[in-house]
T-cell receptor, first 113, second 110 residues
């Protein structure tokens, strides 16, 4: 089955700096890669996703890149703010967006004011 | 727009007692539905998923079960809870736009 590795497990940055979280996946058939943000005690929220026919996608301060050859994808947050502090999860699916996901173990991002 | 509900929000149960958690989705038809468990400070573990009424796939063998009696209703059950069943239980639905989580049930087994 699919295996998703996520690094780092914790990340601390100063406000205004950039943050990068990386994930690798094992199943070459994976074709959908979402990212979730989970604040303490809340549900995970879908913040951005990318499909295998696209190499990069941006939404304001967040972007995701995908390298299918290397089987890794990354989340980039620019101009970080304290409210970006949360746990971020990457995931992968081999059946598109309407199929079960395999999640990474999460990255605790702390943005220091 | 689509909305997903879960109840109860919090639950404290003694070891050996039964469990029933309910999830309903509004605003979509024939969604794929999922149950996840998240232990404190840990990742998301997929427990069950369903592609239709009465169709349940189990991802992890354990003392939990799931049922889907109606198109937009998903139930997680146990006959006898264990201490290790404590955690944050999340229901989710998926469609072409992605997978979306309900507000969750925080279960404490004492």
């Amino acid at each position: 089955g699919e295996n998703v590795e996520q690094h780092p497990s914790t990340l601390s940055v100063q406000e205004g700096d950039s943050a990068v979280i990386k994930c690798t996946y094992s199943d070459s058939a994976s074709n959908y890669f979402p990212w979730y943000k989970q604040e303490l005690g809340k549900r995970p929220q879908l913040i951005i996703d990318i499909r295998s026919n696209v190499g990069e996608k941006k939404d304001q301060r967040i972007a995701v890149t995908l390298n299918k050859t290397a089987k890794h994808f990354s989340l980039h947050i620019t101009e970080t703010q304290p409210e970006d502090s949360a746990v971020y999860f990457c995931a992968a699916s081999s059946g598109g967006s309407n199929y079960k996901l395999t999640f990474g173990k999460g990255t605790l991002l702390t943005v220091n004011p | 727009s689509q909305t997903i509900h879960q109840w109860p929000a919090t639950l404290v149960q003694p070891v050996g007692s039964p469990l029933s958690l309910e999830c309903t989705v509004e605003g979509t038809s024939n969604p794929n539905l999922y149950w996840y468990r998240q232990a404190a400070g840990r990742g998301l573990q997929l427990l069950f998923y369903s592609v239709g009424i009465g169709q349940i796939s189990s991802e992890v063998p354990q003392n939990l079960s799931a049922s889907r009696p109606q198109d937009r209703q998903f139930i997680l059950s146990s006959k006898k809870l264990l201490l290790s069943d404590s955690g944050f239980y999340l229901c989710a639905w998926s469609g072409d736009g992605g997978q979306f989580f309900g507000p969750g049930t925080r279960l404490t087994v004492l």
